[in-house]
Structures are given as C-alpha cells and as structure tokens.
C-alpha cells in the first residue's frame, strides 16, 4: 500500500472549512432554547406562524414543533397524559413538510432545530411508557422524515 503525501499547506484549508463549520453548527444548536414554553407562548407562537408569509412559516412551525416536543417531554415526566401535545407535534411537522418552499427564509435554523427535536423526542421515546410509545414513535418517524427534507433542501441552496 503506498501513501501520497500532501503537502501540510494544502491540507490546512480543508480542515480550517470543517472546523469553522463544526464551531457554526455546534453554536447554532447551543442557541436552541430547551425551557418548557407557557400556554400563552405557545399560543403566540402558533398565531404567528398561521399568519407568516410562506418564506417564515417552516421555521416558525419547526420552532412551535420543539417547544411542543419540550413540552410533551415535561407532560410525560410528570406522569399526565401527552397525547394531544403529540398530536399537535404531529400536525405541525406535517405543515412543514407541506409547505416547504425552496426560498424558504432561515431553513439551515429550520433543519438544526428539527434535528435537536428528533433527538430529543428520541430521549422521550425511551423512557415512556408502552402505551405512549407508539404515538411517539410515528411522530419520531415523520419528525426524521421532515428533518432528512430540509436537510436536503439547505444543501440544495
């Protein structure tokens, strides 16, 4: 097996591009805020992506669907019954994969939030209960679903 040697100085700016990428999605997703929203927040929230121009609602509605997830997690973990919050996740995640635009405004924000929701909604799964677990698991699903769509879409850009 032989090795080709590359010089250092063009190695450099392969690795300063990944590294300066990591920082940028390591600090967009230390922004993502993880406190359980008020009804009236979310409330808020919900009126404001309804009546957003199609550019701004998948970002709103990716927002309202994890402080939603955020919400059922805290539901569940007091022992109350999270299945019309779930419901809710569900129907949200649907408006964003129906109404994905391709000049859709903060869609890179959209996608690093909808990836932060699955992983959390993912923590929620393995510790519910059986009887929770199956909506949980068909909001994971399209949850994943929506997040590889948007995904797809910020490397389209």
Same mark, same amino acid.
């Given at each position: 097996?032989?090795?080709?040697?590359?010089?250092?100085? =063009? &190695?450099?700016?392969?690795?300063? !591009?990944? *590294?300066?990428?990591?920082?940028?999605? #390591?600090?967009? +997703?230390?922004?993502?805020?993880?406190?359980?929203?008020?009804?009236?927040?979310?409330?808020?929230?919900?009126?404001?992506?309804?009546?957003? =121009? &199609?550019?701004?609602?998948?970002? !709103?509605? *990716?927002?309202?669907?994890?402080?939603? #997830?955020?919400? +059922?997690?805290?539901?569940?973990?007091?022992?109350?019954?999270?299945?019309?919050?779930?419901?809710?996740?569900?129907?949200?995640?649907?408006?964003?994969?129906?109404?994905?635009?391709?000049?859709?405004?903060?869609?890179?924000?959209?996608?690093?939030?909808?990836?932060?929701?699955?992983?959390?909604?993912?923590?929620?799964?393995?510790?519910?209960?059986?009887?929770?677990?199956?909506?949980?698991?068909?909001?994971?699903?399209?949850?994943?679903?929506?997040?590889?769509?948007?995904?797809?879409?910020?490397?389209?850009?």
């Amino acid at each position: 097996m032989r090795f080709v040697r590359m010089p250092i100085s =063009s &190695a450099l700016p392969v690795t300063a !591009l990944v *590294a300066a990428f990591l920082l940028l999605s #390591t600090q967009s +997703a230390k922004a993502i805020d993880e406190r359980v929203p008020d009804p009236g927040t979310l409330a808020a929230l919900r009126a404001k992506a309804q009546s957003a =121009s &199609a550019r701004e609602q998948c970002f !709103l509605y *990716a927002e309202l669907v994890h402080q939603m #997830t955020e919400l +059922a997690g805290r539901q569940m973990n007091a022992g109350n019954d999270a299945r019309e919050t779930l419901n809710a996740i569900h129907d949200y995640a649907q408006k964003i994969h129906m109404g994905m635009a391709d000049d859709t405004k903060r869609l890179k924000n959209a996608q690093i939030l909808m990836e932060h929701t699955a992983f959390r909604l993912n923590e929620i799964l393995h510790s519910a209960s059986s009887e929770d677990r199956p909506v949980l698991e068909s909001t994971l699903k399209q949850l994943n679903q929506v997040q590889n769509e948007l995904m797809m879409q910020v490397f389209r850009h």
